[in-house]
């Protein structure tokens, strides 16, 4: 698990607003805090933490696009400010990582109460090797990258259809 964590650079959370709807945020500071706990900073989330002062449930989404594999963590949040043990170590790393002057308000820690696996279809049908899925995914981003249309796609001619 602290793998995928640690290559996901990009994790969603979902909390409940105020009037019942979802709300879902991009975090890119996740990080496995200890065997119990993910953190992330409040960098710029003012609706997630104010949902999470009202409602502390959270749920977070961690994918490894390439291994096709990540994880849902449930469980309840809690909030940590500069000079806590969990703000230091989270801020150490986002200054190494960005520079200073990053902002920082305070982090997210997030008691897990359950794990689910979240598995590509090659996992479940018993046809993957790890490491083989993650190579091929790999290089089909390093490919396709260089060729997604930008703007949308030209129209079709009354030939085409």
Known sequence: MRNVVARAWLAFAATVCEDGSPNLSPKGSLRVYDDEHLVFMDIGSPTTVANLRRD????????????????????????????????????????????????????????????RPVLSPAYTSGNAEQSALTAGWEERYRTTLAEVPLGPPPAAKATDR
């Open 56 to 115: 502390p449930r959270i749920e977070i989404n961690v994918l490894d696009v390439f291994s096709r594999r990540g994880y849902r963590f449930k469980g309840e949040a809690s909030f940590a400010g500069p000079g806590s043990p969990e703000y230091d170590w989270l801020n150490a790393w986002l200054l190494d990582l960005n520079g200073p002057g990053y902002p920082a308000n305070e982090v997210v820690l997030v008691k897990v109460d359950r794990v």
